[in-house]
């Protein structure tokens, strides 16, 4: 399966049910609490990679106060990496990457798409 990271805020109740999911399914995963170690611009470029898109609003969180207050709508794409980097908590969660690649698992059933 390779090796798995988790993207996790434990004030989140779908982080903590893909947690129950992963644990379920033996899978040891790096749990990355992004919120104290915010992800830098090349792990950002990496997930979207493993994602399969080059296009950051796949892992923005648009409901956040703070994209309103950024002015983030309509951002280019390096602005908005630049402010996930810089304020985590803009970063869609929970992310799981396995192996070559990555999901946003919302529902968190979305997890089970990359480990079978």
């Known amino acids: 399966m390779g090796e798995a990271t988790f993207y996790f805020n434990p004030a989140c109740s779908k982080c903590r049910t893909v947690s129950g999911i992963l644990a379920e399914r033996g899978v040891e995963a790096e749990v990355v609490e992004y919120l104290d170690a915010p992800p830098d611009r090349a792990a950002l470029e990496r997930v979207l990679r493993l994602l399969g898109t080059d296009d950051p609003a796949a892992i923005l969180r648009r409901e956040e ?6 002015g983030l709508e309509g951002a280019g794409r390096d602005a908005v990496l630049d402010a996930i980097a810089a304020h985590p908590e803009l970063l869609q969660r929970p992310i799981v990457v396995v192996g070559g690649r990555a999901v946003v698992a919302r529902p968190p059933e979305r997890v089970l798409e990359i480990l079978e």
């Open 65 to 70: 106060p703070l994209f309103s207050e950024l």
